[in-house]
């Protein structure tokens, strides 16, 4: 992996912020130690939300030295994948990912028209018990 930036109006030509292997990354401990490469995938509970975070300690010319970071999506990493990958396989892998994500929103609509239904029902019994409290008002009110 490498992170370069350049000059945007001075362009004094490209500085590498950063180049490992990411096969030297640790797991992210207590604490965070200079000079050493970490990763972490955050929320891998949640499909949609599932990121991997890559941190290292950095020199930069920006006034301090900094913790870097840099999250990819699941979505990013799977794109950069077939981006850089090809074949009957990648293709297959491709299908079985989309498959997926086509199930992931099936149960997600599923899931929200089933809120839907039961926020009408709940809405219909507070109608029907905010009437039926009306109707006994007007019978006090009568007698």
């Not at 009957?88 to 498959?99: G, L, N, P, T």
């Not at 599923?110 to 006994?136: C, V």
Request: glycine share 8%; net charge neutral; proline share 1%.
């Amino acid at each position: 992996m490498r992170i370069t930036v350049r000059g945007w109006g001075r362009d004094l030509g490209e500085t590498v912020i950063l180049s490992e292997g990411l096969d030297a990354a640790e797991e992210v401990g207590e604490t965070y130690q200079r000079g050493k490469l970490y990763k972490k995938v955050l929320e891998p509970e949640n499909k949609r939300r599932t990121k991997v975070r890559i941190s290292s300690g950095i020199d930069v010319r920006l006034g301090g030295r900094y913790l870097m970071h840099v999250e990819l999506s699941r979505q990013e990493i799977s794109r950069l994948f077939f981006e850089t990958h090809t074949g009957a396989m990648v293709r297959m892998i491709k299908s079985f990912i989309e498959e997926e994500a086509r199930e992931d929103r099936e149960e997600d609509l599923a899931a929200l028209q089933e809120r839907i239904e039961r926020r009408k029902k709940i809405a219909a019994e507070i109608a029907a018990a905010e009437a039926e409290a009306g109707e006994s008002c007007r019978m006090k009110r009568g007698a």
